[in-house]
């Protein structure tokens, strides 16, 4: 997860990285991504946005699908 600070709220986001999300894709998991709090541990379905999250009880909640159809992702950096 890349942790970004918004532009114009000025609040923490955690941005998951394209990797993450493609991995969950191809493993078929039905993972979820909280971009309030960064928590990745429960499951959803893949197109589901902003849905509660358990942990931090904020509506940041999304599906891997659609976190990369919205463009909300970081891309990995080429140079390893």
């Known amino acids: ?9 000025g609040k923490t986001y955690f941005i998951p990285f394209e990797s993450e999300l493609i991995q969950a894709l191809e493993l078929d998991q ?11 541990d429960q499951t959803i379905e893949p197109d589901v946005e902003r ?9 940041g909640l ?3 699908e659609q976190l990369l159809l919205l463009g909300m992702y970081k891309r990995d950096n080429a140079a390893a």
């Open 1 to 9: 997860m890349f942790k970004m600070l918004g532009k114009k709220t």
């Open 62 to 64: 999304y599906g891997a």
């Open 30 to 40: 039905d993972r979820a991504f909280c971009i309030r709090c960064g928590d990745t």
């Open 51 to 59: 849905a509660e999250c358990e942990c931090c009880e904020q509506r």
